[in-house]
C-alpha cells in the first residue's frame, strides 16, 4: 500500500514538473533571439527534465518491456542535465565554450553501455519480460558480470560528471556575481538574486540526490527516495519560471551586427612606435600605459559606431570588458578615453544613450508602456528606469511623455 502511494505522488509531482518545465521552455523562447544563445542551455536542461518526469509517468502506464526499451534515452540525458547548466553560466558570464558540443559526447557512450545492458537483459530473461514481470536485478547482476560492469560504469560516470562539474558551475557563478556592479542599467539585486536562487537550486538537487542514492544502497524500496529527488527538481522549476516571468528580460542580449561588419571601415590602431633603449614610454597597446592621440580618435570613434550603428549599448549585461572587447581596446583604455577625454564614466555613457533612446520611444511610440521601452533599451526594471531617466533628462519618464502631450495639444 506504502509503495503504491508513493507512486501516486510521484506521479502527481512528474505531471507537475512536467507542466513546469515545459512552461520554462516557453518563457525562455519567447525572450526572444536575443536571449537565446544563453537560454538555449537552460533549454536543453528542462527538456532532459522533461524526460525524467515523463520516465516517472510512464513507469506507471508502460509494460516493464516497454521500459527496458525506452530506458536508454532516459538515461543517457540524464548526463546532459549539469553540463547544460554549465555552458549557460559561461555564456551569462561571457565566457562562452567554444566547442560545446563536447560537453555532450558522453550521451552516445551511455547511450551505448545502457543499450548494452537492456540486450543482455532481453537475452537472459526473455519469459519474465514477456509476461511483463519486473525482473529482479539483484538476481541479473549476479548471474551476468558484464551487466554488472556496464551498470557500474554508468553510475560511476554520472557521479564522476557531478562533482567535476559543480565545482566548475560554482566558479563561474561566483565570478559572475563579483562582476554584477559592472552590469549597466540592469537591476543587479534581480541578476544575483537569480544567479543565486540557480546555484543553491541546482546544488540542492546535487546534494538530494546523492545522499537519496547513497540511502537506496540500504533499503529495498526506494520510490519515496526518488519521489524526493523529482519533488526538488518541481520546485526549482516552479521558483524559475517565477523569477522569469516576474522579471521580464533578465538575460536579454542585445542584437548587434558582426563582429566582421562592426570593424569594417574602422582605422587599425596606431603603428608601434621605436622606444628608445631604456625610455620609459610605453607602447600605445599598453594597458596601463600612455594613449597616444591615434589610438584615443581610434576608440573615440568606435565609440561613435557602437552608439550610432549598432544596439550593442542596449544589451542588459553589458559590461566595461564586454565594450571594450567589441571596439577592439583593453578596459583601461576605454576607461580612459571616458573619463578623462569625454568626460564621462562608463555607466553614465551607457546610460546617456538608453535614455536618448527611450525619450525618442516615449514620444515617437505613444502606445508602448513605459516598462516595455525601459526594457527595450536595456533596463531591467521600471525602478531602474525611472532613476536613470530622472537624473539626465531632470524628470520621469511618465512626465516627459505628459508634457509632450500637452505640448502638442496647445
Request: proline letters at 5%.
Amino acid at each position: 500500500m506504502t509503495t503504491e502511494i508513493s507512486k501516486l505522488v510521484l506521479m502527481i509531482i512528474a505531471i507537475l514538473g512536467l507542466a513546469q518545465a515545459g512552461f520554462l521552455m516557453l518563457l525562455l523562447r519567447h525572450e526572444g533571439k536575443r536571449a537565446f544563445r544563453a537560454n538555449r542551455w537552460l533549454m536543453v536542461f528542462a527538456f532532459a527534465s522533461c524526460l525524467s518526469f515523463i520516465e516517472d509517468i510512464t513507469d506507471v502506464f508502460l509494460t516493464p518491456k516497454w521500459m527496458l526499451i525506452v530506458a536508454p534515452v532516459f538515461m543517457a540525458m540524464t548526463f546532459a542535465f549539469v553540463p547544460s547548466i554549465y555552458l549557460y553560466f559561461r555564456e551569462i558570464a561571457d565566457r562562452p565554450v567554444s566547442r560545446p558540443i563536447y560537453h555532450f559526447l558522453v550521451l552516445p557512450p551511455v547511450l551505448a553501455a545502457t543499450s548494452g545492458m537492456v540486450w543482455i537483459l532481453f537475452d537472459q530473461f526473455v519469459p519474465e519480460i514477456i509476461h511483463g514481470t519486473d525482473i529482479d536485478i539483484d538476481i541479473a547482476l549476479d548471474q551476468h558480470i558484464l551487466l554488472s560492469v556496464l551498470l557500474m560504469s554508468v553510475f560511476v560516470g554520472l557521479y564522476v560528471q557531478l562533482f567535476a562539474y559543480m565545482p566548475k558551475i560554482w566558479k563561474v557563478g561566483l565570478g559572475y556575481l563579483r562582476q554584477a556592479g559592472e552590469q549597466l542599467g540592469a537591476d543587479s539585486a534581480a541578476l544575483r538574486r537569480w544567479i543565486q536562487e540557480i546555484l543553491i537550486g541546482i546544488t540542492a538537487i546535487f546534494v538530494i540526490f546523492t545522499v537519496t542514492s547513497v540511502i537506496d544502497l540500504f533499503v529495498e524500496d526506494g520510490t519515496w527516495l526518488t519521489t524526493i529527488v523529482q519533488g526538488s527538481f518541481a520546485l526549482v522549476f516552479f521558483r524559475m519560471c517565477h523569477l522569469l516571468a516576474s522579471n521580464p528580460a533578465l538575460f536579454v542580449q542585445a542584437d548587434w551586427t558582426s563582429e566582421d561588419d562592426f570593424h569594417a571601415d574602422v582605422p587599425e590602431p596606431a603603428p608601434a612606435r621605436n622606444v628608445p633603449p631604456g625610455s620609459s614610454e610605453p607602447a600605445g597597446n599598453n594597458v596601463r600605459g600612455f594613449l597616444y592621440h591615434e589610438d584615443i580618435e581610434r576608440i573615440a570613434a568606435r565609440l561613435g559606431r557602437v552608439v550610432n550603428e549598432t544596439d550593442i549599448l542596449f544589451d542588459p549585461l553589458l559590461s566595461m570588458p564586454k565594450l571594450a572587447d567589441a571596439i577592439g581596446a583593453t578596459p583601461n583604455q576605454l576607461s580612459h578615453v571616458l573619463n578623462q577625454h569625454l568626460g564621462k564614466s562608463f555607466f553614465d555613457f551607457v546610460n546617456e544613450a538608453r535614455t536618448r533612446e527611450a525619450s525618442r520611444l516615449l514620444i515617437s511610440e505613444p502606445d508602448r508602456t513605459i516598462l516595455d521601452i525601459a526594457t527595450s533599451v536595456g533596463f531591467n526594471s521600471k525602478s531602474t528606469f525611472n532613476l536613470a531617466f530622472k537624473k539626465i533628462i531632470g524628470k520621469t519618464p511618465s512626465a516627459y511623455r505628459v508634457e509632450y502631450v500637452k505640448k502638442t495639444n496647445t
